[in-house]
């Protein structure tokens, strides 16, 4: 089984999401089968794992950096995305389907993450999320994560 | 230019051109809402050359929904592609904002 690997160190720039996601995106689209999962489920995951350690975990401050390493193995992605910041209990995240919350302008990131992929893991500190999404699953439909929407 | 600003009649049409993510959402934000303190109170946003919104792009759609109908007035959106739409359904705000399926049916009755 053909497996790749990469990583980058970004700045937390949230201008720098989008042109990493796509390096990234790019270079999966090269070692394993082209899908929709990929191309929607894993996306939508890098960059709300993104944005969250640039925004929230690193708070925008500039000299703190955000670590994605990313394994490419057969049909499985995962990807680990860490910051330098203190960490967060996720459990403490408020569902943002919950009526009481719809009009909350933030706190989707790690609900899309969660539906999308087929794992999400956070570390006991909390600075660091590893997402795994099975790109064999579902038969390419884009709602095949591991969570339940 | 990521949101191009027209009118049609008396409804202000907003069109998002790539992505409304975290990094350009502020853009839109201030767009719009410069529009509705001049009184402007008819919003349409047209997805329709729009690829992805992340969940920053999706927080501002909410709040500038909240802050519309405070001022009385209201927000479409129009043409999402399928993956935009299960972004949508995913969140349940498809619940909470009006979505037509071209601009033409979202212009009707606004």
Known sequence: METTELTLELPSDIRSIEQAVDYVMERCSACCRHGHRLHFNFRVGLTEALANAMLYGNGHDPHKRVRVEVRVAGEEITARVTDEGDGFDPSGVPDPTHPGNLLKPCGRGIYLMRSLMDEVEFNDRGNSVTLVLRLDEGGGEPLAGGASA | MPFQVSKTGDVTVVDVDGQLIVGNRQELKQKVLEELEAGERKFLID????????????????????????????????????????????????????????????????
């Open chain 2, 47 to 110: 997805f329709s050359n729009t690829g992805y919104i992340d969940s920053s792009g999706l927080g501002v759609l909410v709040s500038l929904s909240k802050k519309i109908r405070e001022k009385g007035g209201e927000l479409r959106l129009a043409g999402l592609n399928e993956d935009l739409r299960t972004l949508f359904e995913l969140t349940k705000l498809d619940t909470l904002f009006r979505i037509a399926e071209s601009r033409e049916e979202a212009l009707q009755g606004l």
